[in-house]
T-cell receptor, first 114, second 116 residues
């Protein structure tokens, strides 16, 4: 398996534009997590899914953020409209919960909003 | 809500020496996992070691070992014979096991520098 795949690796956008980040989890994994990493706040859990169902979105900062998981092999995190304070590295991770649970991370998307 | 606290924002150690990174967590759960992840400058998150809460024996992985104190809710990472390649951010993480609602929460990290 190629691991968790995120796209794009880098994104530069202007304030007010819509941004969509994509994630393909490892095949067979049943949980998917979206994180935002900044120097000030570290790794913040934004939302996580189990069996494609959003379980906890309490970490989503505001209504401008939304996430979907239409099937087991794809998830998106959308920011509309984007703001400069959204600049961060966004990680997706997936896991198969149970024995030997381990979360595997994608390479992250570095988002810069100017 | 579960919280994970890493009280050492930065640490440094000389090559070949031993260093211990601290982590405490707060939970009312009895069934959970604890992890240490490493993030080198490449940004990739790499699992270093994992501990199941029901296991009393401390986990070890080569030069990495943990001191798991369940009653004290403490989970420290010891790195022996430190190497230059150990320079990275280290994150402690907690995952409760709740049949379909496992949530993985991280501390703010400790930046470790190994000096030659």
């Amino acid at each position: 398996d190629a691991g968790v795949i995120q796209s794009p690796r880098h994104e530069v956008t202007e304030m007010g534009q819509e941004v969509t980040l994509r994630c393909k989890p490892i095949s067979g994994h049943n949980s998917l997590f979206w994180y935002r990493q900044t120097m000030m706040r570290g790794l913040e859990l934004l939302i996580y899914f189990n069996n494609n169902v959003p379980i906890d979105d309490s970490g989503m900062p505001e209504d401008r953020f939304s996430a979907k998981m239409p099937n087991a092999s794809f998830s998106t995190l959308k920011i509309q409209p984007s703001e400069p304070r959204d600049s961060a590295v966004y990680f997706c991770a997936s896991t198969l919960t149970g024995l030997n649970t381990e979360a595997f991370f994608g390479q992250g998307t570095r988002l810069t909003v100017v | 809500a579960q919280t994970v606290t890493q009280s050492q924002p930065e640490m440094s150690v000389q090559e070949a020496e031993t260093v211990t990174l601290s982590c405490t967590y707060d939970t009312s759960e009895s069934n959970y996992y604890l992890f240490w992840y490493k993030q080198p400058p490449s940004r990739q998150m790499i699992l270093v070691i994992r501990q199941e809460a029901y296991k009393q024996q401390n986990a070890t992985e080569n030069r990495f070992s943990v001191n798991f104190q369940k009653a004290a809710k403490s989970f420290s990472l010891k790195i022996s014979d430190s190497q230059l390649g150990d320079t990275a951010m280290y994150f402690c993480a907690f995952m409760k096991l709740q049949g379909g609602s496992e949530k993985l929460v991280f501390g703010k990290g400790t930046k470790l520098t190994v000096n030659p």
